[in-house]
T-cell receptor, first 107, second 112 residues
Framework: KNEVEQSPQNLTAQEGEFITINCSYS?????LHWLQQHPGGGIVSLFM???GKKKHGRLIATINIQEKHSSLHITASHPRDSAVYIC?????????FGTGTSLTVIP | DAGVTQSPTHLIKTRGQHVTLRCSPI?????VSWYQQVLGQGPQFIFQ???????GRGNFPDRFSARQFPNYSSELNVNALLLGDSALYLC???????????FGPGTRLTVT
């Protein structure tokens, strides 16, 4: 049983489409992170959330603490958004990661 | 400003050997965390160090150990390597606690 579940596992979209990736977790958390991992392994931290909503350019992340759920939205998707998106939660001194959502945006 | 650096980039070891991986955090960052990412899976948390003290530990056997030095750089040691230890090992630093994580490029370890 994974403490963090992501859906979908794989996602293919046409350039310009609005994309949503979902994350559900089963533990009480201090914070939730959305990470982006490109082929080759490099990871970039996109957002850290403990409540509400954050926006960075075309990326929006929301979290509902009561429902233990977070979403990552990408507006006007672009081929350069193609990557694996990972949800991670921190509970006290432990981190738990989802297995990632592999996104491919087709021109 | 240099980001998080890790060395080596790639490493091939034989079962039963020992390995040491190194991480240099961003200047001014006092916290370092280590993660293991097996191919096709999400990262798994191994350790977190802050001010040279272990502050968090994931579900890994005692063959895995780490330490943080006075300059805040860190080493991850793995003894008695198993084939299943083959993975990308990621280091991340943050200014204080483990919240805002900045990841290094990783060390890809292959155990044959």
């Amino acid at each position: 049983k994974n403490e963090v579940e992501q859906s979908p596992q794989n996602l293919t979209a046409q350039e310009g489409e609005f994309i949503t990736i979902n994350c559900s977790y089963s533990v009480g958390i201090s914070a939730l992170h959305w990470l982006q991992q490109h082929p080759g392994g490099g990871i970039v931290s996109l957002f850290m959330l403990s409540s509400g909503k954050k926006k960075h350019g075309r990326l929006i992340a929301t979290i509902n603490i009561q429902e233990k759920h977070s979403s990552l939205h990408i507006t006007a998707s672009h081929p350069r958004d193609s990557a694996v998106y990972i949800c991670a939660v921190r509970k006290v001194r432990q981190f738990y990661f989802g297995t990632g959502t592999s996104l491919t945006v087709i021109p | 400003d240099a980001g998080v650096t890790q060395s080596p980039t790639h490493l091939i070891k034989t079962r039963g050997q020992h390995v040491t991986l190194r991480c240099s955090p961003i200047s001014g960052h006092k916290s370092v965390s280590w993660y293991q990412q097996v191919l096709g899976q999400g990262p798994q948390f191994i350790f977190q160090y802050y001010e040279k003290e272990e502050r968090g530990r994931g579900n890994f056997p005692d063959r895995f150990s780490a330490r943080q030095f006075p300059n805040y750089s860190s080493e991850l040691n793995v003894n008695a390597l198993l084939l299943g230890d083959s993975a990308l090992y990621l280091c991340a630093s943050s200014p204080n606690g483990p919240d805002e994580q900045y990841f290094g490029p990783g060390t890809r370890l292959t155990v044959t």
